[in-house]
RNA sequence: CGGGAUGUAGCUCAGCUUGGUAGAGCGCUGCGUUUGGGACGCAGAGGCCGCACGUUCGAGUCGUGUCAUCCCGACCA
């Protein structure tokens, strides 16, 4: 943010001035996106971001839709507490010890010291788990499908907004069945709702599969994730699912007569997608002029910009009344009737928040009974960017247009994850490639942790997520051991 | 948590080498003229120079410490 590279090309005048080009440093213009599109400030505590009404709004947008999904398929919301006794965390030896290095304690209350520390949940497994023993008693019980929302916090080092901060936003669902199959099935069916969130909402193309051995979640038997391709070529974890098996069940007396009269440890599962997604939408599709919000995703689907000029009146009027029309169409739309701002500030301004319409009404168009769009997802003075609508049309014209947008959006990063995952036979090739963030290669894998490991040390990239086996008629690119399967390997956020 | 860099107005930064009354551009406030890609004029407001201690007659400038931020690694949604 304070250093500039002086070996660049010299820049066209940029259509907006604050964002620095994408391409040159992602890093930079994550930040000045994230700032200057008013998404979230620097608080006063270290790590934490506030998110500001037009970044609650996307994880309003985002939570909408998720909430709609879990629901649709027999969820349903509860609350449970932020704070958790030390003692009830360190029952799963696996999960205490992975959470350990990032836990927050709380030490004292009231004034006083208390006698047994608490924990500020860096996830809820415990708490909800202990309650899940007490609520459980028979088969018929089952299964029990609940979703959180809440937040979390998590003492990571190194801190960015929305991507990994000390406290953020997420959903966490937790579920326990009478069999493994079932809570197999959840998993799959949750994850399968994830991968179809983040393509068709937040058009941000994934791969979703298996994690390997060392990538999983502590105390988990399972995880399977969504993974995001960053245009750094880096990749991002987007969601999390996880067979629990019967784990937490254990360590948690989560137990149920059977129907055979037996007693058994329930199956559990957990499954979250945190506002690290909103992080992942605004890398993939941002631009140098700042952000692209996918139609689905965006508080505002259009904004409305007047060109007063000297029919001042009948401009605002009519802007006016198109705001109400298109409110009362269903289409969420905003009317920028700030008098101090000319139309280029407002041009630029709405450029930066990644509104994907923007209608344009002037003098010009009152005579001529139209009004003017410009589409976000396409570049100035590209075919298309900019068309006039008859004004009676626009309500009918956006709901096809955002259909548009949309897919061009997500063809656009489709088209990009596509050509930066790359298999390889070749194991020099292979190294190299990790090495240089080429994106997601894809390797004939052993599955074996040293060989991971070893990746890891020399390239610091490491499985995303595996793919499908198959016969395991060959050997593995990274290490020559037999391979049982396929993987991604890529430097992940 | 290791290595590197940076902290001066809301933002981007100059001033530090050689200590001597705090600067620019943009933004902000008021009035007027403007309005199809960031308007112009005039008038204004805005600063414990990150913080602490030290050196000095005197510190934005020199020294030590500390905190924060950014970059590169190690650890993670």
Redesign the pocket.
């Known amino acids: 943010?304070?250093?500039?590279r002086d070996d660049e090309e010299p820049e066209k005048t940029p259509?907006?001035?604050?964002i620095p080009p994408k391409a040159r440093d992602l890093?930079?213009w994550y930040?000045a996106v994230c700032y200057k599109a008013q998404l979230v400030s620097?608080a006063p505590v270290?790590?934490c971001v506030v998110l500001r009404p037009y970044g609650f709004a996307l994880w309003e947008r985002l939570q909408a839709t998720l909430d709609g999904r879990f629901k649709a398929t027999g969820h349903e919301n509860a609350y449970f507490p932020l704070l958790i006794p030390e003692r009830l965390l360190s029952r799963e030896a696996e999960h205490v010890e992975g959470f350990a290095?990032?836990v927050a304690w709380v030490t004292q209350g009231g004034g006083e010291t208390l006698t047994e520390r608490l924990a500020i949940r860096p996830t809820s497994e415990v708490v909800i788990g202990t309650m899940y023993a007490e609520w459980l008693q028979s088969y018929r019980d089952l299964p029990i499908l609940i979703n959180q929302w809440a937040n979390v916090v998590?003492w990571?080092?190194?801190?960015?907004p929305f991507?990994?901060?000390l406290e953020?936003l997420w959903q966490e669902g937790h579920t326990a069945h009478a069999t493994e199959r079932e809570a197999a099935d959840e998993v799959q069916q949750m994850l399968g709702i994830y991968a179809d969130v983040a393509e068709d909402v937040v058009a941000v193309p994934v791969y979703a599969g298996e994690k390997s051995q060392s990538e999983r979640?502590a105390g988990a038997t399972h995880t399977f994730s969504i993974e995001a391709l960053m245009p750094d070529g880096r990749a991002l974890?987007a969601a999390?699912s996880h067979e629990l098996g019967q784990n937490f069940a254990r360590a948690y007396n989560i137990t149920f007569s059977a129907e055979d009269q037996t007693l058994q440890h329930a199956w559990t599962t957990s499954w979250g997608m945190?506002w690290?997604m909103i992080g992942a939408m605004i890398m993939v599709h941002g631009d140098d002029?700042g952000l692209r919000i996918p139609p689905r995703m965006a508080p505002y689907e259009a904004v409305i910009v007047p060109?007063?000029?000297?029919d001042?009146a009948d401009v605002a009027n009519a802007a006016r009344t198109l705001l109400a029309t298109l409110r009362d169409a269903g289409i969420r739309a905003k009317l920028d009737d700030r008098?101090?701002l000319?139309?280029?500030?407002k041009?630029?301004?709405w450029?930066i928040r990644g509104v994907p319409l923007r209608i344009?009404i002037?003098?010009?168009?009152l005579r001529d009974g139209v009004v003017?769009f410009?589409r976000r997802d396409r570049e100035?003075g590209e075919e298309g960017a900019k068309t006039v609508c008859p004004s009676d049309d626009v309500p009918a014209r956006i709901p096809e247009l955002m259909d548009d947008i949309q897919r061009s959006l997500y063809k656009q990063a489709r088209t990009f994850l596509i050509e930066h995952t790359i298999a390889t036979q070749d194991r020099a090739e292979f190294y190299r490639l990790c090495r240089e963030r080429a994106g997601m290669i894809e390797i004939a894998w052993c599955e074996r942790p040293e060989c991971e490991a070893h990746v890891k040390v020399e390239t610091?990239a490491t499985t995303r997520v595996l793919r499908v086996r198959h016969g395991g008629d060959t050997v593995c690119t990274a290490c020559g051991e037999p391979a049982v399967g396929r993987a991604y390997f890529a430097q992940?956020?």
């Open positions: 943010m304070r250093r500039r259509l907006v001035k604050e890093s930079e930040q620097l270290r790590g290095p990032e998590r990571e080092k190194r801190t960015r991507l990994r901060t953020f979640f974890q999390t945190s690290r002029r060109i007063s000029g000297t001042g008098m101090a000319r139309p280029g500030a041009f630029a301004d450029d344009e002037g003098a010009k168009d003017t410009v100035k610091s992940s956020y």
